[in-house]
């Protein structure tokens, strides 16, 4: 963040009038060298809403006095365009209903406190260089890349460059549903250009953004007629932050070898050859169009639509629950074993007293029903553990007993006899409700790196593999390249 810009930012509460509208300052979410992002509050049909709002301020021609926007007159003339420029392509942006779901919307544009402002919706979340600490996997670079290279389609359809591709100025919005998407933010110094491809305002020498700028935007001659390879050029540097977790050099000091060496091992080489394509220092040997790029990199811009999302986040479990259910069936199967091993000790007391002992069948209907899925679970995992062995053991000899008992007695038990004629009638007992199973074959990407239940994971890598409802029932766990990593088994 320019901290010049920063220092000169308007006030907390200081109130913005448009003549319809008035927007109330929050905070301050960035500030660079032509401009101050703000977050606001407005109502809308009195209904609170928040917004984002630009102002425009160079900051090192200008300064803060009271609310007004100040500059002296040797750059007066620069100033006054630039702040022209600015607000003649927010308007137009506007004007021209140019929308895109990766691309932020503009709602209006005013003039006020001697500069301009543009009003935009809001889109809380990080941007790319905030949430990628790191070198993100390959397929999720990519991607991103096709919403950001599809966003930016739509603006050369309406001959309009951005001119400030960069990962501060893509942001992830996280939708309702958990699921997000990368937006392209921070239209101040998108250029117009008429249908005979001439620029139709004031072109900003200046406005260049450090290894992501192309050598032209450093020379406003060459960008006097609609320039896409200067977007081709930043969007390629941004896929490069990606991979690398680095911003490039400057323009000028940026070659192919240098690329190739700073890509990591495990970038493919289509990847490779079309950055290295993207990337040259001539415009005129540059890949010329954002769909050729895209293409170079093995993607299909519009696939998926306007609205497709990209980063799925994974399941989630409420663990402390199935803990709770599984402890809860492990402590029933303890209580039935120790009841089984009670009365065979009983009975050997018998034999050596000779005292009868009772032996009625140990009633279990008191535990609590577990649920189907957590018992079939329970039933699987314990079959092999000790107290499983025990129960099992303490029946086969209890059974055995009873058998041996029925084959030396000379007379039958009377009021055994009397209960097999004249059995008491047991109420039916309700059958279980029968639950239909929601199988469903899921492909989920992970979008940081951690635990998945067990499983070290990396961004880019997925599951391709059923699901009933949250949990996984078989499939596998795929590295960025399509490798199966993990096996999930029923």
Request: net charge neutral; hydrophobic share 35%; proline share 5%.
């Amino acid at each position: 963040m320019d901290e010049n810009g920063k220092r000169n930012a308007l006030k907390k509460s200081t109130v913005l009038h448009n003549g319809k509208r008035n927007y109330t300052i929050v905070e301050v979410l960035g500030a660079g060298g032509f401009g101050i992002t703000y977050r606001a509050e407005g109502l809308v049909d009195n209904i609170p809403m928040t917004f984002a709002v630009k102002e425009f301020f160079m900051s090192d021609s200008c300064e803060r006095v009271g609310n007004d926007m100040c500059y002296s007159n040797p750059v007066k003339a620069q100033v006054e365009a630039g702040k022209k420029s600015f607000f003649s392509e927010a308007r137009r942006l506007n004007d021209q209903k140019v929308y895109h779901s990766n691309l932020v919307r503009i709602n209006e544009a005013f003039e006020e406190n001697n500069t301009a402002y543009y009003v935009m919706e809001y889109i809380p979340g990080k941007n790319l260089r905030r949430h990628f600490t790191k070198p993100c996997g390959e397929q999720m670079a990519l991607e991103i890349m096709r919403h950001v290279l599809d966003a930016l389609a739509t603006l050369h359809a309406h001959k309009i460059t951005h001119l400030d591709i960069k990962p501060d100025n893509i942001l992830l919005k996280t939708e309702n549903d958990g699921n997000v998407r990368p937006v392209v933010i921070d239209l101040g110094l998108s250029k117009h250009y008429s249908d005979k491809g001439s620029v139709t305002s004031k072109l900003l020498m200046q406005a260049c953004s450090l290894g992501y700028s192309p050598m032209e935007q450093y020379d406003g001659d060459s960008l006097t007629h609609f320039t896409p390879q200067a977007d081709v050029y930043a969007a390629a540097a941004t896929l490069f932050f990606l991979l690398t977790g680095k911003d490039p050099q400057k323009a000028s000091m940026i070659s192919r070898s240098w690329i190739e060496q700073e890509l990591p091992a495990t970038v493919s080489d289509r990847t490779r050859r079309a950055i290295v394509a993207a990337m040259q220092a001539r415009k005129d040997d540059r890949t010329q169009s954002v769909s050729d790029f895209a293409e170079q990199l093995g993607l299909e811009l519009g696939a998926g639509g306007p609205n497709t999302v990209i980063i799925t986040p994974g399941p989630k479990f409420d663990w402390e629950k199935i803990k709770k259910l599984l402890l809860g069936a492990l402590g029933a199967a303890i209580v039935v074993a120790l009841a089984v091993l009670a009365v065979n000790n009983l009975r050997e007391c018998s034999k050596k007293t000779g005292n009868p002992v009772d032996t009625t069948e140990v009633k279990t209907d008191t535990v609590k029903p577990v649920d189907n899925e957590v018992r079939q679970k329970v039933e699987e995992a314990a079959k092999e553990s000790p107290v499983a062995k025990t129960k099992q053991e303490a029946t086969e000899v209890a059974e055995k007993e009873r058998a041996e008992a029925q084959e030396k007695s000379e007379e039958p038990d009377a009021e055994k006899v009397i209960i097999r004629e004249n059995p008491t009638p047991k109420p039916t007992p309700k059958p279980e409700p029968v639950v239909q199973k929601q199988e469903v074959t899921r492909k989920v990407r992970f979008s940081k790196s951690g635990e998945y239940h067990g499983y070290k994971v990396e961004p880019g890598w997925y599951i391709v593999g059923v699901f009933d409802g949250e949990l996984p029932i078989v499939g596998h766990i795929y590295d960025e390249n399509g490798k199966v990593i993990y096996t999930i088994e029923p």
